[in-house]
């Protein structure tokens, strides 16, 4: 069972601001997802996925990245070519 | 008071795109944000895929430091807020990492050999690069780079086997050599080697470093955090378990206490990628040459020293250089320049081998083992080509630089005149000579040499010096 802690807690990891209506309603719905996820415990079979389904890989083959403008276009704040953040330190 | 010191080491594999996007790794000398695409971006619908050739180098490592490969591995996301991250989570390996349990050989502070066990091997995506603007210790803002998103690293993690900053700093500068002789990691390479050191007095509590980029950086960090734990315990406190930062420039390590310990990454298998079943690549995997192999080989086949071979085959390049070298010369001979003159001089310097192009350094030796040429007039000579070349000047020839200054060897008729005038003026010196006293030759000869500037071979000179006092019937 998850609580209205838990829920405050993983906001605050995620970095969402949340109301004490929604606090309520996620922690419903959390409970919800997690009971969903019981029922699949419950199922038997394979341990291991498919060997086709793994080592699904690309060779060391080069594409074009986008141009720097492109990048930069959805940055709040640039400058010299860099993307500029709020201090982090 | 033991030291218990283990290492999380983080390398840049060489391979030519990042680790899930076909973005070029080849950034150092672009623009930022420059090598960048929605995928290492992180942008909404994009899916990541997996690099080959970046999974076969870790591999490699994985089989060179004798780890195992489980049947299956996986990649998870690791989920934090920082502004080096553009997806708010980053692709690791967490619980299924893709080797386990190997070990690694270094020599102890004894000089016996010793083994460093591992833990693991995983591979990650580099973050990007944040530059911190403005005032020291409390920047004002961040400026971020992505071209380092999404880089192939591996994370090698020792068990806590690790006694003295001396030792680990020998096992980083072991560990780098063989990285280069699997050729997959590049040790010139800025900021293609980071670490993180855990470190504990016995009996107290563990502190974690970060930040430490360079391979002196390591030795420093580690000295500077025992003294500081030592000098606690002594006097009474405890030492606090937390995560410090080592301030290169300052040589010291600082307390990052605050949010950062309160991390919960909230891992879970990353559900865009599918699992590796690699463990039987293993066997298909040949390992080249490593650098044990090499010197054993050296001493074979060259007819060289034990220190020498050690010291020739410390760094890929060197050994390599050394190889083109004994391949125009005689070995032995080939040895003593390449591993400690010319070594000497590039350390001196701060340059890398790989810096020096082999031609004309064997032209200039080649000219010594022909007597054209002293062996110090040689190194004068040399001194002066890597001068030239580390200011990025036109490099002279040797044969320009010791036409220019007069360096040659100059034999016999030449010197007749300066050994006159030295004779002359040192009668007592030729009295010795003449009853017997031996160092007095020497004298002599030293006094020529000086009026040469050393161009004249010493053994020569004194065979001058002799004959000459014969003709003059002394
Ligand atoms: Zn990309």
Sequence with gaps: MVSDKDVEHIAQLADIG?????????????????????????????????????NVLREDDGTPSLPQEDVLGNAGSTEDGFIRAPRVM | ??????????????????????????????????????????LPGTMPSINRRAVEYALRVAKALHLEVPEVSEFARKNYFYPDLPKGYQITQYDKPLAVNGYFEIEDD??????????????????????????????????????????????????????????????????????????VFDGEREGGLRIDANISIEGSDRVEIKNISSYKGVEKALTFEITRQKNLIRRGLKVVRETRHFQEARGITTSSRGKEEEHDYRYFPEPDLSPLMVHGWLEGID???????????????????????????????????????????????AATWVADTLLGEVNYRGMDIS??????????????AEGAVTDRSAVDVLRIMLDQCMEGRICEAPSEIITRLNLGKTVGDDYAEIIREVISANPQAVEDLGSGRKEALNFLVGQVMKATRGRADPLELGRLIMDLLKEEGV
Excluded: W
């Design chain 1, 18 to 54: 949340i109301t004490k209506d929604d606090l309520r309603e996620f922690t419903v719905q959390f409970n919800a997802i997690l009971d969903y996820f019981d029922i699949l415990d419950g199922v038997t079979g394979e341990e291991q996925g498919e060997d086709s389904l793994c």
């Design chain 2, 1 to 42: 008071m033991k030291t218990i010191i283990g290492l999380e080491i983080h390398c840049q594999l060489t391979t030519a795109t990042k680790l899930f996007c076909g973005c070029s790794t080849d950034y150092q000398n672009d623009p930022p944000n420059t090598h960048v695409c929605p995928v290492c971006l992180g």
């Design chain 2, 110 to 183: 004894g000089g016996a050999e010793r083994k460093i066990r591992l833990t693991r091997i995983h591979l990650e995506e580099d973050p990007g690069r944040l530059v911190h603007k403005g005032g020291g210790d409390r920047p004002k803002y961040s400026l971020v780079d992505y071209n380092r998103s999404g880089i192939p690293l591996i994370e090698i993690v020792t068990e806590p086997d690790l006694r003295s900053p001396k030792e680990a700093r020998r096992f980083i500068n072991r560990l780098r050599t063989i990285l280069e002789y699997l050729g």
């Design chain 2, 287 to 333: 390992l080249p040459e490593l650098p044990t192999a090499r010197r054993d080989r050296f001493m074979r086949d060259y007819g060289i020293s034990l220190n020498h071979a050690r010291t020739l085959t410390g760094a890929i390049r060197l050994a390599d250089f050394y190889e083109r070298v004994a391949r125009e010369l005689e070995p032995v001979f």
């Design chain 2, 355 to 368: 810096e020096v192009r082999p031609e004309p350094f064997i032209d200039l030796i080649r000219m010594v």
